[in-house]
Nanobody, 124 residues
Framework: QVQLQEWGPGLVKPSQTLSLTCIVS??????????WSWLRQSPGKGLEWMGS???????YYSPSLKSRTSISRDTSRNQFTLQLNSVTPEDTAVYYC????????????????WGQGTQVTVPS
């Protein structure tokens, strides 16, 4: 079965770059038609879709985050990464990676297989 695991620092200082890696096992990130996504949930808020990368490497980003968000992949390691530049305390959240059965540009749960999530704190 496909499993996803987020990995990266739990604390990022303001103005620095948040960098997370999603480690995928039990399936290939190049399998046709799947999309690989990053989402987050801030305290008191719902899930927010940040962006996705396709099995072929195409990327799409949330308009509110696209100016400082980058998703890339390493097919040899079967991993994909999130970089979020110029972070502020408002970026404090639990960050998730997910495998999507299609391009889903919302934070809904249907059609997704999730990692367990990782807490990232940006102190004030």
């Amino acid at each position: 079965q496909v499993q996803l695991q987020e990995w990266g620092p739990g604390l990022v200082k303001p103005s620095q770059t948040l960098s997370l890696t999603c480690i995928v096992s039990g399936g290939s990130i190049t399998t046709m038609d799947y999309w690989w996504s990053w989402l987050r949930q801030s305290p008191g808020k719902g899930l927010e879709w940040m962006g996705s990368i396709s099995y072929s490497g195409s990327t799409y980003y949330s308009p509110s985050l696209k100016s400082r968000t980058s998703i890339s992949r390493d097919t040899s390691r079967n991993q994909f990464t999130l970089q979020l530049n110029s972070v502020t305390p408002e970026d404090t959240a639990v960050y998730y990676c997910a495998r999507d059965s299609s391009l889903i540009t919302t934070g809904g749960a249907e059609g997704r297989i999730w990692g367990q999530g990782t807490q990232v704190t940006v102190p004030s």
